[in-house]
């Protein structure tokens, strides 16, 4: 049997070299991309968690204000009762 020529082992070590470079490359994608995608989701947790703490927020302004309005309107009936009243 015949050895091959040597540019064709040198090609076929390139080709190897090329192979195992586009693999690491490769991985080390999968490896951003998924800390892109864990950071991203973090980011959505923390977008929920605020929109939830403004919502509450809201609610307990709102909650405060029915309050307010509820207070006000006794005390304007106990002024009213106090000037109506004999003593």
Not at 5 to 30: D, G, I, N, T
Not at 42 to 71: G, H, P
């Amino acid at each position: 049997m015949k050895t091959p020529p040597e540019s064709f082992l040198l090609f076929k070590e390139e080709l190897r070299k090329a192979q195992l470079e586009k693999e690491r490359l490769k991985h080390h994608y999968e490896q951003k991309l998924a800390e892109v995608n864990q950071e991203l989701c973090r980011l959505k947790e923390q977008i929920q968690s605020q929109q939830d703490m403004m919502r509450t927020t809201l609610e307990y302004a709102s909650n405060l204000e029915a309050r307010l309005t509820e207070v006000k309107e006794e005390v304007s009936h106990a002024t009213s009762r106090n000037k109506n009243s004999i003593y």
